[in-house]
């Protein structure tokens, strides 16, 4: 039976095989405990380049399948951004399913860190939403799997200003594809969501020079960086209307969809968000026909993986920080795959990252 056929067959009796085999997902892993009421998926979708590393993160899914399409989508994404990264990770993903401000606990993290611990190294967690650092400490009591841990416990603590760094370099090489240098100074940048990685980005922008608005929910965060930096507030969803040069979306996914888009006048969009395109076939191809330079989301914002990585290997801020401004070479390389074979920067993104994967895999078949 030829693979597409089996693959259709699968979808309509067995939602959760076909949806893995859509993407070659190699394990998903199920894992329950009424004493702690602990309900957690691992996905594991690649590890020809090393374990599959991801974050964990808890979430009140709607219903199981939720969670498991989240998994499988969030899994395959981290393959592409360590690949990219030029690191020698794979890609995985974990969700707890329940609310993170009433069912976390020690035990319930704990129990977690023992169903992590039983696939031997193969997948290795670290935090997502709804998780802390207080968290994986639990986690870490039950497994060495575990990375981004507190620094004050030898690991490399907080990623944010790594993923923010990061993302400062690739809205760099944007700015040298778009308008021939690099500079930054005096453009007009909308930076959507001044969280963790938002504000420090903030920092760098405000510092070179460039006329920065800010956006948020959390309104008393805007007051403050506002004050801090000199940044411009934009309340509610305005920011989509701005007269604007680089949209940086730092807050939620799915940011780029029609409605945006139809409201969008910015001539580029990089931003640390993941996951930022509704449909990255769909809204991939409506960016490139709106002549928009879109830094592909899993490309821009590995900083973070970067960070974690440096310290499965001995943390290294330093280290950590010259790999992430990278991100600036990797960026203009994808930029100029994209052109040169006509297609979206996100596909182009994909296809490098698929390719080392391959070529690896190639490698590892030589004894
Ligand atoms: P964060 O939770 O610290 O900050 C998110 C900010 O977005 C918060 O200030 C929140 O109030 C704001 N926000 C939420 N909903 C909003 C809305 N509708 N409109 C405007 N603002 C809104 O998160 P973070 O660590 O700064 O990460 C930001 C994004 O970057 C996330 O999508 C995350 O997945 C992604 N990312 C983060 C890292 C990292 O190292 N932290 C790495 C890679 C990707």
Redesign the pocket.
């Known amino acids: 039976m030829e693979v597409t056929a089996l693959k259709d067959s699968h979808l309509a009796q067995n939602p959760v095989i076909s949806q893995m085999m859509q993407n070659n997902h190699e394990q998903i892993v199920f894992c329950n405990d009424n004493e702690t009421g602990l309900k957690a998926i691992i996905a594991i979708h690649n590890t020809v380049l090393g374990p599959a590393l991801g974050g964990t993160r808890m979430w009140n899914y709607t219903n199981e399948m939720e969670a498991i399409t989240d998994v499988l989508r969030l899994s395959r994404g981290m393959t592409y951004?360590s690949s990219l990264a030029g690191l020698n990770l794979g890609g995985g993903k974990a969700v707890i399913i329940g609310d993170s401000k009433t069912q976390k606990s020690e035990p319930l993290m704990r129990r977690f860190g023992k169903f992590v611990n039983s696939l031997a190294g193969k997948y290795i967690t670290a935090?997502?939403?709804g998780i802390s650092t207080q968290d994986m400490v639990y986690v870490k009591m039950e497994t060495d799997s575990v990375t981004g841990i507190p620094e004050s416990m030898g690991g490399s603590g907080?990623?944010?200003?790594?993923?923010?760094f990061g993302v400062y370099m690739g809205m760099k090489a944007c700015a040298n594809k778009r308008w021939g240098n690099d500079s930054l100074a005096g453009k007009k940048i909308a930076v959507?969501?001044?969280?963790?990685?938002?504000?420090?980005l903030v920092k760098y922008l405000t510092k070179e020079g460039a006329k920065v608005y800010i956006?948020?929910?959390?309104e008393e965060?805007l007051q403050a960086l506002s004050k801090e930096t000199g940044a411009e507030v934009v309340l509610?969803?305005a920011?989509y209307d701005i007269d604007m040069d680089i949209y940086a979306?730092?807050?939620?996914?799915a940011?780029i969809n029609d409605a945006t888009l139809s409201r969008l006048k910015c001539s580029i969009i990089s931003?640390?968000?993941?996951?930022?395109l509704l449909d990255e076939n769909v809204h991939g191809l409506a960016l490139l026909e709106k002549g928009l330079l879109y830094a592909p989301?899993f490309m821009i914002?590995?900083?973070?993986?970067i960070?974690v990585y440096s310290e499965l290997t001995g943390y290294n801020r330093d280290n950590a920080m010259r790999q992430a401004e990278n991100i600036y070479n990797t960026t203009l390389k994808i930029f100029d795959a994209a052109t040169a074979q006509g297609i979206t920067t996100h596909e182009a993104a994909k296809r490098i990252a698929i390719k080392r994967i391959d070529d690896i895999a190639k490698i590892r078949a030589i004894r």
């Open positions: 951004k935090e997502d939403v907080d990623p944010s200003p790594v993923t923010a959507q969501g001044i969280g963790n990685v938002g504000q420090n956006n948020d929910i959390n965060r509610g969803d920011i979306p730092c807050a939620l996914g940011t931003g640390a968000a993941n996951n930022q989301d914002n590995a900083g973070g993986i960070n």
